[in-house]
């Protein structure tokens, strides 16, 4: 037996993004958005309304960065999307973030996160809808795998559960993806 629910924004698993730009005074600004994602295998998409600090800057500067939240920094992550840069200007700094700037792009790279894409505006969408092409991704040295390539085990990115407002950790691999399922054909 299911159940029906009416339409909700529940979407499995939605990224817990936080975006980095320069406020006009060239001050680190932070923010969490749980609707972005990939746009194109080089692009990203952001759902920000118009209100956002982070949208006048992206608008301003025409960059920003997009690192991904882990389990060790979830708070902090938590606290950028609650706090708004028009009332907190110091949210940044409060959260215990420090700032690199993009060795890219115009917008800063944090520090303490470490799976960063660096983004270039592309544009506003007609929707209003952020679309930014990545011209580059940095990561930390301590979550690369034995591959030199990022490992989820070892980033622990964490995603928004929507139904409970919940923050879930994530990178346990089960399965390997355009392989296993071959074994059903």
């Given at each position: 037996?299911?159940?029906?629910?009416?339409?909700?924004?529940?979407?499995?698993?939605?990224?817990?993004?936080?975006?980095?730009?320069?406020?006009?005074?060239?001050?680190?600004?932070?923010?969490?958005?749980?609707w972005g994602?990939?746009?194109?295998?080089?692009?990203?998409?952001?759902?920000?309304?118009?209100?956002h600090?982070?949208?006048?800057?992206?608008?301003?500067?025409?960059?920003?960065t997009?690192?991904?939240?882990?389990?060790?920094?979830?708070?902090?992550?938590?606290?950028?999307?609650?706090?708004?840069?028009?009332?907190?200007p110091?949210?940044?700094?409060?959260?215990?973030?420090?700032?690199?700037?993009?060795?890219?792009?115009?917008?800063?790279?944090?520090?303490?996160?470490?799976?960063?894409?660096e983004?270039?505006?592309?544009?506003?969408?007609?929707?209003?809808?952020?679309?930014?092409e990545?011209?580059?991704?940095?990561?930390?040295?301590?979550?690369?795998?034995?591959d030199?390539?990022?490992?989820?085990?070892?980033?622990?990115?964490?995603?928004?559960?929507?139904?409970?407002?919940?923050?879930?950790?994530?990178?346990?691999?089960?399965?390997?993806?355009?392989?296993?399922?071959?074994?059903?054909?």
């Amino acid at each position: 037996m299911r159940k029906n629910f009416k339409p909700q924004p529940w979407f499995y698993p939605l990224p817990v993004l936080v975006i980095g730009t320069y406020n006009e005074d060239g001050t680190p600004d932070a923010m969490t958005a749980a609707w972005g994602g990939l746009y194109d295998a080089d692009k990203v998409v952001l759902c920000l309304s118009e209100g956002h600090k982070t949208t006048g800057n992206i608008r301003a500067r025409g960059v920003f960065t997009v690192s991904f939240a882990d389990a060790a920094h979830a708070v902090a992550a938590d606290y950028v999307g609650l706090v708004s840069a028009h009332s907190e200007p110091d949210k940044f700094a409060r959260a215990g973030f420090h700032a690199v700037k993009s060795s890219f792009v115009d917008a800063p790279v944090i520090d303490e996160l470490p799976l960063t894409l660096e983004c270039r505006l592309k544009e506003f969408s007609a929707d209003g809808n952020i679309i930014g092409e990545i011209v580059n991704i940095s990561a930390d040295e301590r979550v690369l795998g034995p591959d030199g390539k990022p490992d989820a085990g070892l980033l622990r990115p964490i995603s928004y559960e929507p139904v409970h407002n919940g923050y879930y950790v994530l990178g346990e691999k089960i399965a390997n993806a355009f392989s296993d399922g071959a074994e059903l054909g």
